[in-house]
C-alpha cells in the first residue's frame, strides 16, 4: 500500500533518478560516499533548498520574486556586520536579519498587493534597492567578524556526518509542508495562485495571501543568506547573486506550475539534491567547469517536458470528473 | 495557466480604452521627467552639458534603447525573453570566430551573426509555441544553455583581434557630440514603429498578443507569428551586442555578465517605463526609446553628482521604483476623473 | 579659504612630511620632491569590487598628502562589468579627473576607453593588470603574476621536500592572468622532472559560494591523495584556508595569495605554509607619484629595463614576496620595503624629467 503510493506521488520519477544516479556516482568514484563528501553534499542542499522554497512559494501564488538573492544577500551582510561592527549577540543579530528579510517581503508584497503592478516589475526594482543598499553598507568588503560559534555552527555536524546546516533547512521543509498541506493559510495559497478570481470570489482575502506569501518568502530567504554566512564564514557582498536560476530550477523541475496553484515540496528537495549532486559530479570526474551551466539548462527542459508529458497523460487518463 | 491568461485578457481589454485615450501623456510624462532631471543635472553638475559627457551619454543611451526594444517585441507576446543577454553575446562571440577563425570579412560576419541571434531567438519561439511553457522558463533554460555553449566552444577566450574598424566606429564622434551608433538606435526605433503601426505582419502581432483565440479566428497564424517575434528579439539582441562590441573593440565573453543576467534590468526597464504592457497586445517604440533615454539619464546623472558609486544602484533601483508607483498613480487618477 | 588658511595647511603639510619622514612611515621624503600643490587630479579605477585593490584608497590618501596632488581618489566600479567601468570612467572624466590609473576590465576592450581618455589629454596607466599593445596605457605597473605563480609553487615545492602531488585553485577563466598562472604553476611542477604533479587545475572560482562548493566537493573526492595546494587567486585562497582548518588536515601543505586576515590567521596557525603577497599599496602609490610626474612634464624613458609579458613589453614589476608563518606578523613592513625599494629609483630609471 505505501509502495502504492509511493509510485502515485508525482516525484516518484525525480526518486528513482536521483537514486539511481547516487549509485552509479558511488559506484564509479567510491568517494562520493566518504562521510565527508556527504557532508558537504548535505551542506549544499540545506542551503539551496532554503532558497528553493523561498521561490517556490511565491511561484504557488503565480508570481515571482526576482529579489530572493538580494534580500538574501543583504540579510547575510547584516547579520555579519550587527556581529562584527556592533559586537550584537549572536541571538539578537539573528533576530534582527530576520526582521530585515520579512520586512523586504512585506515591503514587496504590500507593494505588489496594493498596486496590482506585476510582481516580476516590482521585485525586479527592489532587487536593485536590496542589492544597491548592500553595496552601499559593505562597499563591496565583506565583514569578517563573524563570531565563532556561528562559524562553528555552518562546519560542525552531529550524529556522524549531518551537517548542523540541516537544522534550520529540515525546520523550514517541515514548517512549508506543513503550511501548504495542513493549514488553512498554504490551501488559500495554492488557491490563490490557481485563479485569484475564484479565491477572491470565495472570500479569501487575495491582498492578504500574497502580502503574507512575500513576507514568508523574504523571510525563508533571510535564513538562507544567514546560512550562507556560516557556511562561508565571512559576511561576503556577493552573496545571493546567483541564486536567480537555481530558485526557479529547482521547484520546476520538482513539478511546479508557475502558472501558480500547484507546488511540491519533496519534488523541490529532490530537485535541489538533483542539482547539487550533477554539481558534484561534475567536479569528481574532472568534467570541464563550462558544461556546468548547459546542464542546468537542460536539466530544466528536462523537467518541463516530463511535466508536459505527465499532464498529457493525466488529461487523457483521468476519468471525467 | 488558463486562469493567468483570462485574467490578464481582462485587464487588457479594459486598459486598452483607456491607456489609447492616454497614449499621447504616457510618453509626454517621460519626456517631462527627461526634461526636468536634465534640467537639474545641468544646473548642480560641472561637466554635464560638456562635449564629452553628452557624446557619452548618447553612446550609453544608444545601446540601452536596443537591449530595451530586443525585450519589448517579446513582451509584446504577453511573454519575456530573459535570454537576451546570453544571446547577445553568442551571437558576437560566433562574429568573432567567423572573423579570427574563419577569416570572413566584416560584413558577411556582421549578417550572419545577426542571422545568428534571430536563430537563437526562433529557437526559443519555437519551444515556447510547441509545449505551451510559459516563456518565462524557457527563457531562464536557454540562458543557460545558450551561454554555457557559447563559453564552452570558445573556452572564455575572448575575440581581440577583430578589424580595427569595429572600435573605430564605436569611438567615431560627428560633429563632436553625436555617436553613430545612436543614430542606428534611432533607424531600429523608425523601422519598430513602422513595423507595428503600418505593415500587415506587425498588426498581427500585436493582435495576437492582445488576444490569441480572437487572433486565430481572425486568420492569423498566431504561433508562426509568436517565432518571429521571439526570432526578432534575437536579432535586436544580436545588434545590441554587436554595437557594445564596437564600443571595446573586442568580443568579450562576459560582456553581458554572468549568464548574461546584466542586461536583464535594462531590458525590461525601458519598455514597461514606456508603458508596453507585461501582459502583451500592447507596444510603444517611443516610449520604449525613451525609458531608456530616462534610465541612462539617472545613471549618467547620480554618477556627476558624486552620489558615491555604490550607493547609485540603490538609488536609481528607488527612483525606478517611484517611476513606476506614479505610472500607476496617473493611470488610476485619469481613469476615476474619467468615470466621474 | 583664506591667506592664512592656506599658509597653514601648507605648514601643517611640510610639517607631516617632516614627520614622516622622521618616522620614516611613508616614502616621501625618498622622493625629494617639494609638496607644492598640483593640478594632478588621479582616479584609481579597479576592474570591479574586489579586496584586492582595498590598499588602494590609502595609496592615493598617501600620495595626495606626500606629494600634494590636488586629488587621488579610489572609485569603484559597483559591479564587476566592464561597461559599468566604462561608463565610470566616462564620468570621471566629465567630472574633471586628470589622470587615470587603472586595472583594466579587459585587456583589449579597456583599450577602446582609454584612447578616449588619452584623446582628451588624460594619461592612462595600466595597474595591477596590463593592457594588450598596441595600447595608449604609458605603462603597465603591476604583479607579474606569472612569476608569483611560479614562486609560489616552488616554496610548495620545497615544503614538500621536493616531490608529491599538488593541486591549483585560481580565478576567473575570463581573466587573462588565470591563463598565465596555470601555465606558470605547471613549470614549476615540470621543473623537477615529474617528481611533483599537478594533478588538477580547479578555475573560474572567485566567487566565494562555487568556490566553496568546488574545493569541498574536490578534498572530499582527492585529499588523500593530494600533498599540496597552490592557490593563486584571492577567494579561492580563503576558502581553500577554511577548508583546510575544516578538515583539520595539516598534511596538505598550501601556499595561498594576498593578505586576506583568513589566510594570515591560518598561517599563524599552521594550515597553510605561507602566502604569495602582491603590493597593491605600492602600486596606487607609485602610480600616483608617476601621475603626477607625468603631468607635470616627465616622459617614460623608453630606454628603461622594462620587462615583458605576454601583453606588453612596456611592464614594470610592483614586487611580490613570499610570507610564510615567522614573517606573517611584519608582512606590512615587509611590502613596504618593497614599495620603498622601487620608488627610491622610479623617477631616474622609468622617467625622463627636464
Not at chain 1, 301 to 320: C, E, Q
Not at chain 3, 140 to 155: H, I, P, V
Not at chain 3, 279 to 292: D, E, H, K, L, V
Amino acid at each position: 500500500m505505501p509502495l502504492q503510493k509511493l509510485l502515485k506521488a508525482e516525484w516518484s520519477g525525480l526518486l528513482l533518478v536521483v537514486t539511481l544516479a547516487i549509485i552509479l556516482i558511488g559506484y564509479l568514484k567510491p568517494s562520493f560516499l566518504t562521510p565527508f563528501n556527504i557532508q558537504i553534499l548535505l551542506a549544499a542542499i540545506s542551503v539551496n533548498m532554503v532558497i528553493a522554497l523561498a521561490q517556490m512559494l511565491i511561484v504557488g501564488i503565480g508570481q515571482m520574486n526576482l529579489s530572493v538573492g538580494a534580500i538574501g544577500g543583504l540579510v547575510a551582510i547584516s547579520f555579519a556586520g550587527l556581529m562584527d561592527v556592533f559586537q550584537l549577540p549572536i541571538p539578537l543579530a539573528v533576530l534582527v536579519g530576520l526582521l530585515i528579510g520579512l520586512a523586504a517581503g512585506l515591503f514587496n508584497g504590500v507593494i505588489i498587493a496594493f498596486t496590482g503592478i506585476s510582481a516580476f516589475i516590482i521585485t525586479l526594482a527592489s532587487l536593485s534597492v536590496f542589492k544597491g543598499i548592500n553595496l552601499g553598507i559593505t562597499e563591496a568588503q565583506p565583514f569578517y567578524g563573524v563570531a565563532e560559534s556561528v562559524k562553528s555552527f555552518g562546519n560542525s555536524s552531529f550524529i556522524g556526518t549531518l551537517p548542523l546546516l540541516i537544522l534550520p533547512a529540515l525546520l523550514a521543509l517541515i514548517g512549508v509542508w506543513f503550511l501548504l498541506n495542513r493549514m488553512r493559510f498554504g490551501r488559500h495559497v495554492l488557491a490563490v495562485g490557481a485563479s485569484p478570481t475564484a479565491a477572491g470570489l470565495v472570500g479569501i482575502s487575495v491582498r492578504n495571501i500574497v502580502i503574507g506569501t512575500h513576507a514568508l518568502s523574504g523571510l525563508l530567504a533571510a535564513v538562507a543568506g544567514m546560512m550562507v554566512v556560516a557556511r562561508l564564514q565571512i559576511g561576503q557582498p556577493t552573496i545571493g547573486d546567483d541564486w536567480l536560476i537555481l530558485s526557479f530550477a529547482a521547484p520546476v523541475i520538482g513539478g511546479a506550475v508557475l502558472a501558480g496553484g500547484h507546488v511540491n515540496v519533496i519534488g523541490t528537495l529532490l530537485g535541489v539534491t538533483t542539482i547539487a549532486i550533477i554539481t558534484q559530479a561534475l567536479v569528481l570526474f574532472e568534467i570541464d567547469p563550462f558544461i556546468v551551466q548547459i546542464f542546468l539548462g537542460l536539466l530544466i527542459l528536462w523537467a518541463v517536458g516530463i511535466n508536459r508529458l505527465r499532464d498529457l497523460r493525466l488529461t487523457l487518463f483521468s476519468k471525467p470528473a | 495557466m488558463a486562469s493567468a491568461q483570462e485574467s490578464s485578457l481582462s485587464t487588457n481589454s479594459r486598459d486598452r480604452s483607456s491607456i489609447r485615450n492616454f497614449f499621447f501623456s504616457n510618453e509626454f510624462g517621460l519626456l517631462f521627467l527627461i526634461l526636468v532631471f536634465a534640467t537639474i543635472f545641468a544646473l548642480l553638475t560641472t561637466g554635464f552639458t560638456s562635449r564629452f559627457n553628452l557624446y557619452a551619454l548618447g553612446r550609453n543611451i544608444s545601446i540601452d534603447v536596443v537591449i530595451g526594444f530586443s525585450m519589448m517585441v517579446v513582451i509584446v507576446t504577453g511573454g519575456l525573453n530573459l535570454s537576451v543577454g546570453s544571446i547577445g553575446v553568442s551571437a558576437v562571440m560566433f562574429g568573432g570566430w567567423l572573423i579570427e577563425g574563419m577569416g570572413s570579412n566584416l560584413p558577411i560576419a556582421l549578417i550572419l551573426l545577426l542571422l545568428g541571434g534571430g536563430l537563437l531567438g526562433a529557437v526559443n519561439g519555437v519551444m515556447v509555441v510547441r509545449t505551451g511553457v510559459h516563456s518565462f522558463i524557457i527563457t531562464l533554460a536557454t540562458m543557460s544553455v545558450y551561454f554555457g555553449l557559447m563559453i564552452w566552444l570558445t573556452q572564455a577566450e575572448a575575440f581581440r583581434n577583430l578589424p580595427p574598424e569595429v572600435a573605430t566606429f564605436g569611438r567615431t564622434k560627428i560633429y563632436g557630440y553625436l555617436s553613430p551608433l545612436l543614430l542606428i538606435s534611432l533607424g531600429v526605433a523608425i523601422m519598430l514603429a513602422v513595423l507595428y503601426r503600418y505593415t500587415s505582419l506587425g498588426r498581427n502581432m500585436l493582435a495576437a498578443g492582445a488576444n490569441p483565440t480572437a487572433a486565430e479566428l481572425s486568420g492569423v497564424n498566431v504561433k508562426r507569428t509568436f517565432i518571429l517575434c521571439h526570432a526578432l528579439s534575437g536579432l535586436l539582441a544580436a545588434l545590441a551586442a554587436t554595437m557594445l562590441t564596437c564600443r571595446t573593440g573586442a568580443a568579450i565573453p562576459s560582456m553581458t555578465g554572468h549568464i548574461g543576467q546584466d542586461w536583464l534590468l535594462p531590458a525590461f526597464l525601458a519598455p514597461v517605463l514606456g508603458g508596453t504592457l507585461l501582459s502583451g497586445g500592447k507596444v510603444s517604440v517611443l516610449g520604449t526609446f525613451f525609458g531608456a533615454v530616462l534610465v541612462s539619464l539617472l545613471t549618467n546623472g547620480l554618477l556627476l553628482l558624486q552620489v558615491s558609486e555604490f550607493w547609485v544602484q540603490a538609488v536609481l533601483g528607488a527612483l525606478l521604483l517611484s517611476a513606476v508607483l506614479l505610472e500607476k498613480l496617473r493611470n488610476v487618477v485619469l481613469l476615476q476623473n474619467r468615470f466621474i | 579659504m583664506t591667506q592664512e588658511n592656506v599658509f597653514q595647511e601648507f605648514g601643517r603639510k611640510s610639517f607631516r612630511t617632516l614627520k614622516n619622514c622622521l618616522l620614516g612611515t611613508t616614502l616621501a621624503c625618498l622622493t625629494a620632491s617639494p609638496v607644492l600643490a598640483s593640478d594632478t587630479r588621479v582616479a584609481l579605477v579597479p576592474g570591479g569590487p574586489h579586496p584586492y585593490f582595498a590598499a588602494w584608497e590609502k595609496a592615493g590618501q598617501d600620495a595626495k598628502r606626500d606629494f600634494g596632488l590636488s586629488g587621488a581618489d579610489y572609485r569603484v566600479p559597483q559591479k564587476w562589468e566592464l561597461s559599468q567601468q566604462n561608463q565610470l570612467l566616462e564620468s570621471l572624466l566629465t567630472q574633471g579627473y586628470n589622470g587615470f590609473l587603472i586595472f583594466p576590465g579587459d585587456p583589449v576592450g579597456t583599450n577602446s576607453i582609454a584612447s578616449e581618455l588619452t584623446a582628451e589629454g588624460t594619461p592612462v596607466i595600466a595597474l595591477a593588470g596590463c593592457l594588450k599593445q598596441p595600447t595608449p596605457a604609458v605603462f603597465c605597473l603591476g604583479t607579474d603574476t606569472g612569476n608569483s605563480a611560479y614562486l609560489g609553487t616552488k616554496e610548495l615545492i620545497k615544503t614538500l621536500g621536493g616531490k608529491g602531488k599538488i593541486a591549483h585553485f585560481t580565478g576567473f577563466l575570463v581573466d587573462p592572468n588565470t591563463q598565465l598562472r596555470i601555465d606558470a604553476v605547471q613549470k614549476a611542477a615540470n621543473e623537477t622532472g615529474g617528481a611533483v604533479e599537478v594533478i588538477q587545475v580547479i578555475a573560474d572560482i572567485d566567487a566565494p559560494e562555487p568556490a566553496e562548493e568546488k574545493i569541498n566537493a574536490f578534498l572530499a573526492a582527492q585529499a588523500d591523495k593530494v600533498d599540496g595546494i597552490v592557490t593563486t587567486a584571492w577567494v579561492p585562497a580563503v576558502v581553500a584556508a577554511n577548508s583546510l582548518r575544516k578538515i583539520g588536515d595539516k598534511r596538505i601543505k598550501m601556499v595561498g595569495i594576498d593578505h586576506d586576515e583568513v589566510v594570515l590567521k591560518a598561517i599563524k596557525d599552521g594550515y597553510v605554509h605561507g602566502t604569495m603577497l602582491q603590493n597593491p599599496y605600492g602600486q596606487g602609490y607609485i602610480g600616483s607619484f608617476a601621475m603626477n610626474k607625468l603631468r607635470s612634464g616627465c616622459k617614460v624613458n623608453q630606454n628603461a629595463p622594462f620587462k615583458s609579458t605576454a601583453l606588453t613589453n612596456q611592464f614594470i614589476d610592483s614586487g611580490t614576496a613570499f610570507v610564510g608563518r615567522d614573517k606573517v606578523d611584519t608582512y606590512i613592513g615587509a611590502m613596504e620595503a618593497v614599495t620603498k625599494d622601487l620608488m627610491a629609483s622610479f623617477e631616474s630609471t622609468y622617467l625622463v624629467c627636464n
